[in-house]
């Protein structure tokens, strides 16, 4: 029998169910596409994967590669539609089962569809669930239409009811007949249409792609710096590397998985030191989660004006003003240090995004996908749930009932009360 694992979210060796799987059969192969759609414009006028996203997707595969050597799988990659590739690649290699993971948002879906319409019966599809915490065949509701639409309801149910899967094992090193003799290479990013360029000497977000730097980084943020300890205090900081974990962009390409985190949160715990600022990462790896959940409770809603309360707000679309928060040119000072920020670097603060994306739809109304199609394109951590769902949720469509907006004085008050942040970013204009 012969097996393909078609990457896509999952960028990594350890910890992942598709080759674990698959790496049982005679032969194992593997594949990943850069989609040239996924560097196409979107409907609000954005490139849907900016540079910053570009590069750390390509650092990412690159690792993928080695890795995937060190074991004797080839990893083929090519930059071509999916439905052009795998289809061929069954067909030359007499594949049994492609193993992958399961997506449920509309244009993987769409991709999805299109491969297998080109596929026999004889090609078996199987799909895994490694991007969650809480797997779902383990929640404790009904139905996935049964799933509370406030937080705190899915966060009590599922810390009482739901015990986190372990990792699993190492797969073994297939043989060396493995490895096939053909070599692709991934694309550089000039020829996915952006020029080479220097990361900011500012940047909070300094990392590279990748399996092996996301494991550096949960190393260094746990055992070397024990920054975990404090994480809660320091959660909502702005400047520097050490404010928060950083796992995001990491957890996003699936180049590590919550359960690797979750695993090792619970060794740190048992070792060192458990406290509210170590439960707080798990909070936020379950608020991670919601939103994987709210996005397949209520499908494409997520991406409609009204969201998932379909309510019907009076939106507008500036050109200027989309102009003046994009590049930092808004009478709100804060505001604009960190949209400056995400244009220089393609990171930005979890308290700075509530607050660019409140004074985009609280204040100046402006349809709030834009905000979220902008940020699709730019930042590194992007992951459709997240990033849609918090808009929703900012923008008083979503999943918080108390439809609240941010004083952003207020706020620059209390999380840079000496300006600190605001002078790194907004002394160079």
């Known amino acids: 029998m012969n097996s393909l694992v078609w990457f896509r979210n999952d960028l990594r060796v350890a910890d992942n169910t598709s080759l674990y799987k698959a790496a049982t059969h005679d032969r194992t192969l593997a594949v990943y596409c850069f989609d040239p759609r996924h560097f196409s414009v979107s409907q609000f006028g954005f490139m849907k994967t900016g540079r910053y996203r570009a590069r750390f997707l390509l650092e990412s595969v690159e690792e993928l590669v080695q ?23 069954v067909k030359d290699h007499s594949i049994d089962f492609i193993y992958l993971q399961a997506e449920w948002t509309s244009e993987e879906v769409h991709v999805l569809e299109k491969v297998k319409e080109k596929l026999t019966d004889k090609t078996k599809l199987v799909e895994s669930c490694d991007h969650f915490l ?25 810390e009482k ?40 000497p500012k940047s909070a977000f300094p990392f590279k792609g990748g399996e092996k730097q996301a494991l550096l980084r949960l190393k260094d943020y746990f055992w ?18 050490e404010y928060s974990s950083k796992f995001s962009a990491w957890l996003a390409n ?76 808004t009478p709100k000072p804060f505001v604009n240090a960190n949209m400056i920020e995400l244009k220089e670097t393609g990171f930005m603060s979890n308290r700075g995004r509530q607050n660019v994306a409140s004074y985009w739809t ?46 952003i004085e207020r706020q620059a008050e209390n999380y840079d009360p000496q300006g600190t942040y605001q002078k790194l970013w907004l002394n160079d204009l």
């Not at 009932?401 to 941010?406: G, N, Q, S």
Request: net charge positive.
């Open 362 to 407: 609280k204040e100046l109304q402006q349809d709030w996908r834009i905000g979220a199609s902008y940020f699709e394109s730019m930042l590194i951590d992007y992951d459709v749930h997240s990033n849609w769902c918090n808009w929703m949720y900012l923008s008083g469509v979503g999943n918080d009932p108390r439809d609240r907006k941010f004083n």
């Open 254 to 329: 699936g180049c590590i998985t919550p359960r690797t985190i979750y695993a090792e949160l619970m060794e740190f715990e048992t070792q060192e030191t458990k406290n509210q600022d170590t439960y707080w990462l798990f909070f936020e790896l379950v608020w991670r989660d919601f939103f994987k959940y709210v996005s397949i409770k209520h499908k494409n809603n997520i991406f409609k004006l009204g969201g998932i309360l379909e309510r019907d707000y009076t939106w507008k679309a500036s050109k200027e003003l989309m102009d003046q928060w994009i590049n930092g040119k």
């Open 224 to 241: 070397n710096t024990k920054h975990i300890a404090s994480y809660k205090k320091t959660r909502n900081g702005l400047v520097g590397t």
């Open 67 to 89: 890795g995937l050597k060190e074991k004797n799988i080839t990893l083929l990659v090519y930059l071509d539609k999916p439905e052009h590739v795998i289809p061929q690649l």
């Open 134 to 158: 809480f797997h779902p065949e383990d929640i404790p509701f009904k139905s996935f239409d049964h799933l509370p639409d406030v937080f705190t309801f899915f966060r009590r149910k599922c």
């Open 161 to 200: 009811h739901v015990r986190v899967r372990a990792t699993l094992p190492e797969i073994p090193k297939k043989s060396l007949e493995n490895l096939l003799d053909i070599i692709t290479t991934p694309p550089s990013l000039q020829q996915l249409g952006f020029p080479s360029f220097e990361k900011h």
